[in-house]
């Protein structure tokens, strides 16, 4: 008899502590990609970002109070262009983090769990992501050239 990976076993206990025969969870290969894994995967790798990001924050402060030359090199790495991609990329990853989390407190709280429910979640989750990116970033580069222009006076 072929052994098929989907019918592996797990040995584990009931809950009377007799030996019983657990079937693995399935992997991958058993379920269709749908949007929802994506954004879960998603969720999780921008969970990541931000706090790897929270550390670039941290540092940018203690340079702030290390004082003016700390400061001024700090700025210098920020103000890059990779500088700058890496703040956009930690800021979107903040976001869609956020956003996701408000849709997993819905679910906790019982409510959105149709396939239908979750797929639409999901798309609006994508947009409402990238509207706020777009809105914060606008407003960053608004405010950072009225300051400029301010100091320039």
């Not at 920020?78 to 976001?95: E, K, M, S």
């Not at 429910?117 to 960053?140: K, N, P, W, Y």
Request: glycine letters at 10%.
């Amino acid at each position: 008899m072929a052994s098929d990976g989907r019918e592996a076993f797990y040995h584990g206990t009931d809950t009377e502590g007799q030996a019983i025969r657990r079937p693995m969870s399935p992997h991958l290969d058993v379920y269709r990609f749908r949007l929802s894994m994506a954004l879960s995967i998603g969720n999780r790798m921008a969970g990541v970002v931000s706090s790897l990001g929270a550390g670039l924050a941290v540092t940018w402060l203690a340079a702030l109070a290390q004082g003016p030359r700390a400061f001024s090199r700090a700025q210098r790495v920020a103000t890059n262009p990779l500088g700058r991609l890496i703040f956009l990329g930690w800021g979107v990853a903040t976001t869609y983090h956020f956003v996701a989390s408000i849709r997993h407190l819905i679910w906790d709280s019982g409510s959105r769990f149709e396939k239908k429910e979750i797929d639409a979640d999901g798309r609006r989750s994508v947009f409402v992501t990238a509207g706020l990116c777009v809105f914060l970033t606008t407003a960053f580069v608004i405010l950072t050239r009225l300051r400029n222009k301010g100091t320039r006076a």
